[in-house]
């Protein structure tokens, strides 16, 4: 924090404007500069534009002493994405190379260690259920490939690996994803996408790359690093909050067995993000205009 003063008081003697763009502050974040307010109040009425996220982070930026009218709500950048056509082109190919238009087809991405046991027991649940279902399982880190891989053979599953271009066939139960810069595209094959990090106490990952893809996504409880992006897609029927394997399996076979209800969350996910594009817009415009 004191570097973070000490920058912008130079930057205030030199007669830079700074601004704060893509600005988000947790509750728990807000406290500690309050706890602090002697040195972060300070620091922080220096600034000459702060761009949030979100009216909550407004709120919070003003209770920690920001002029009001320094603060706009831009929403998030992470709106922003674009998908490429050829990215969904590609997992569309790949997909009908599995012959599985029948069956579901669920990514897990980004899923960490503590989550590989319940995302694989929620997979043989499905299975009982719709018996050549496909599981995607993408962990978040590469050092993490190799134990998803032994947790996926101990389990009892057939497995094929991304890594190593392994024919998915009919008998396949599970996908390894062991690459680097493809979770997009495997999300443009599948039908369904849990978002992990979620079902232990890791804050949880983007849920937009999903929904921008028109998947119905599933999140454990425990998304507080996407609250606001979370809550939108919850609140239009994008998104499902589960606590656990069954949950998540009952879930996924009820949206399956369901097509227009699988619609109307696919559509809500996909509005959620065309309706909150434009916070890079919105932050460029008011830049200029405090630098006309």
Excluded at 73 to 102: E, H, Y
Excluded at 183 to 188: A, S, V
Excluded at 250 to 261: D, G, M, S, T
Aim: aromatic share 6%; net charge positive.
């Amino acid at each position: 924090m004191s570097c973070g003063y000490n920058l912008l008081h130079f930057a205030k003697q030199q007669g830079a404007i700074m601004v704060l763009a893509n600005a988000r502050l947790s509750q728990k974040s807000a406290d500690k500069y309050a706890k602090k307010s002697r040195l972060s109040t300070p620091m922080l009425k220096r600034l000459s534009l702060v761009l949030v996220q979100t009216q909550a982070e407004a709120e919070r930026f003003i209770a920690l002493g920001v002029d009001p009218q320094k603060i706009k709500v831009c929403g998030s950048l992470k709106f922003d994405l674009t998908i490429d056509p050829n990215k969904k082109q590609q997992a569309l190919k790949m997909r009908s190379q599995w012959q599985r238009s029948d069956t579901p087809i669920w990514v897990a991405g980004s899923v960490h260690p503590g989550e590989f046991g319940i995302i694989l027991a929620a997979h043989k649940q499905l299975l009982t259920m719709y018996p050549q279902a496909l599981l995607i399982m993408a962990p978040r880190h590469p050092e993490q490939f190799n134990l998803a891989a032994i947790t996926v053979t101990q389990a009892g599953l057939k497995l094929a690996r991304r890594s190593m271009n392994d024919e998915v066939n009919l008998d396949t139960q599970v996908l390894l994803g062991d690459t680097m810069g493809e979770l997009l595209m495997l999300y443009g094959a599948a039908d369904f996408a849990f978002v992990g990090g979620t079902l232990i106490e890791g804050g949880g990952h983007n849920p937009l790359e999903p929904a921008a893809m028109g998947l119905p996504v599933f999140v454990g409880p425990h998304h507080w690093n996407f609250a606001e992006i979370t809550a939108l897609l919850a609140n239009e029927g994008g998104l499902t909050c589960v606590t656990g394997a069954e949950e998540l399996a009952a879930l996924l076979a009820a949206k399956w067995r369901n097509p227009a209800e699988y619609q109307q969350a696919s559509d809500a996910a996909l509005a959620v993000v065309s309706q909150n594009r434009g916070a890079l817009t919105k932050q460029f415009s008011f830049i200029d205009s405090l630098m006309a």
